[in-house]
T-cell receptor
Framework: EDQVTQSPEALRLQEGESSSLNCSYT??????LFWYRQDPGKGPEFLFT???AGEEKEKERLKATLTKKESFLHITAPKPEDSATYLC??????????????FGTGTRLTVIP | DTGVSQDPRHKITKRGQNVTFRCDPI?????LYWYRQTLGQGPEFLTY????????KSRLLSDRFSAERPKGSFSTLEIQRTEQGDSAMYLC????????FGSGTRLTVV
């Protein structure tokens, strides 16, 4: 069965203090790993999709990386507007998971000015 | 392309009542998904449509839940005889090159 574990559950950073969020996963065959940002009361907003170990993607202050067991979301010099919950999800080649995303519980990031 | 639209944004209902939510996906996306999210949790998959065909249903989707997508355009999710445990955010997503989520419908059952 697919499993996604995100850590830490919550993270408080000073503005400009870089850090990383972790997403550990177990799937029968990884079709894709997704990162989303979610603001309170809103739907998840797509950030990145990673498909194979060694792949990296960047967008502004965010960089996502992927290994065979985990993914990291690196946040460089964060700003208060980066405060949100960051969700990781996997899509597997397994028959029951091929058509949907399996989400972790998220990391709630707070960036203090 | 105005994204995925969901209506209503908020719904408060009494236990035992029926409720229906609507999702309008991105027009060129033929895949549509419903997810449910409770406080502090990630979204959980409920059901999936390709065009008008409902191809997959989660075991979370009890007999009180039904979803339709007539003509492969908008979709509706109906919950019959609502229970307090149905209180959650109901999210719709459509998929072209990636999964795009709507803003959700927040259901509160009192």
């Amino acid at each position: 069965e697919d499993q996604v574990t995100q850590s830490p559950e919550a993270l408080r950073l000073q503005e400009g203090e870089s850090s990383s969020l972790n997403c550990s996963y177990t799937v029968s065959g990884l079709r894709g790993l997704f990162w989303y940002r979610q603001d309170p009361g809103k739907g998840p907003e797509f950030l990145f999709t990673l498909y194979s170990a060694g792949e990296e993607k960047e967008k502004e202050r965010l960089k996502a990386t992927l290994t065979k067991k985990e993914s990291f979301l690196h946040i460089t010099a964060p700003k208060p507007e980066d405060s949100a919950t960051y969700l990781c999800a996997v899509q597997s080649f397994d028959q029951t998971g091929a058509n949907n995303l399996f989400f972790g519980t998220g990391t709630r990031l707070t960036v203090i000015p | 392309d105005t994204g995925v639209s969901q209506d209503p944004r908020h719904k408060i209902t009494k236990r035992g009542q029926n409720v229906t939510f609507r999702c309008d996906p991105i027009s060129e996306h033929n895949r549509l998904y419903w997810y449910r999210q409770t406080l502090g949790q990630g979204p959980e998959f409920l059901t999936y449509f390709q065009n008008e065909a409902q191809l997959e249903k989660s075991r979370l989707l009890s007999d009180r839940f039904s979803a339709e997508r007539p003509k492969g355009s908008f979709s509706t999710l109906e919950i019959q005889r609502t229970e307090q445990g149905d209180s959650a955010m109901y999210l719709c997503a459509s998929n072209g090159a990636g999964y795009t989520f709507g803003s959700g419908t927040r259901l509160t059952v009192v």
